[in-house]
């Protein structure tokens, strides 16, 4: 059972415009809803995060908008660079009961900027 | 460097062997945590430990695998009579609170 659910797969954006990437989540207990930006042959790197009082985040070019009552979220780069390319995974948590507050991560989405 | 850091970064080795990465997480971060990512998946719960205690294991954590951390510090995994189905990259998370989980470089294993 697939619990986040991540779109599009893949992603080509001209450098400058908007990149959008969706996810759906299904465990109403989630309650912190990070991304994550990982590059070939790295591990994955924090980029923002949000939690569910809360309908919208900014972080410099990266913006988180929160919808709990659809149970989606997603994440906007504005002024998208070719720096940017590298592939992006929501992800999402909640206390599992046993101690840990383990990671569900959607399947990812790799962006691609063009000059 | 005061990330995650992970060792080695890359690991091939015979189906049969027996594998040991190790994971040494921010200094300060009780919490830890194992990964395991296949090629085109995000990354997927294996293990977690609190200071010394593994409190957590998922259902992917075959009897084969193990996992430690002695003292709270590093901890290792252990892959034993590894088959070609191990192959994938091994990450490493720590923490200091419930949320911010900071990940290491990964181990990529390939099973020949």
């Known amino acids: 059972q697939q619990q986040v659910k991540q779109s599009p797969q893949s992603l080509i954006v001209q450098k400058g415009g908007i990149s959008i990437i969706n996810c759906a989540y299904e465990?109403?207990?989630?309650?912190?809803f990070p991304w994550y930006q990982q590059f070939p042959g790295k591990g994955p790197a924090l980029l923002i995060a949000?939690?569910?009082?809360?309908s919208e985040k900014k972080e410099g070019r990266f913006t988180i908008s929160f919808n709990k009552s659809a149970k989606q979220f997603s994440l906007h780069i504005m002024d998208s660079q070719p720096g940017d390319s590298a592939t992006y995974f929501c992800?999402?948590?909640?206390?599992?009961?046993?101690?840990?507050?383990?990671?569900?991560f959607g399947k990812g989405t790799k962006l691609s900027v063009i000059p | 460097d005061t990330g995650v850091s992970q060792d080695p970064r890359h690991k091939i080795t015979k189906r049969g062997q027996n594998v040991t990465f190790r994971c040494d997480p921010i200094?300060?971060?009780?919490?830890l945590y194992w990964y395991r990512q296949t090629l085109g998946q995000g990354p997927e719960f294996l293990t977690y430990?609190?200071?010394?205690?593994?409190?957590?294991k998922s259902r992917l954590l075959s009897d084969r695998f193990s996992a430690e951390r002695p003292k709270g510090s590093f901890s290792t995994l252990e892959i034993q009579r590894t088959e070609q189905g191990d192959s994938a990259m091994y990450l490493c998370?720590?923490?200091?609170?419930?949320?911010?989980?900071?990940f290491g470089p990964g181990t990529r294993l390939t099973v020949l």
């Open positions: 949000i939690r569910p009082d809360v």
């Open positions: 992800a999402a948590t909640a206390y599992s009961g046993a101690g840990s507050y383990q990671l569900t």
């Open positions: 465990n109403t207990a989630f309650d912190y």
């Open positions: 430990f609190q200071n010394e205690a593994q409190l957590e």
């Open positions: 200094s300060e971060h009780n919490r």
């Open positions: 998370a720590s923490s200091l609170r419930e949320d911010t989980q900071y």
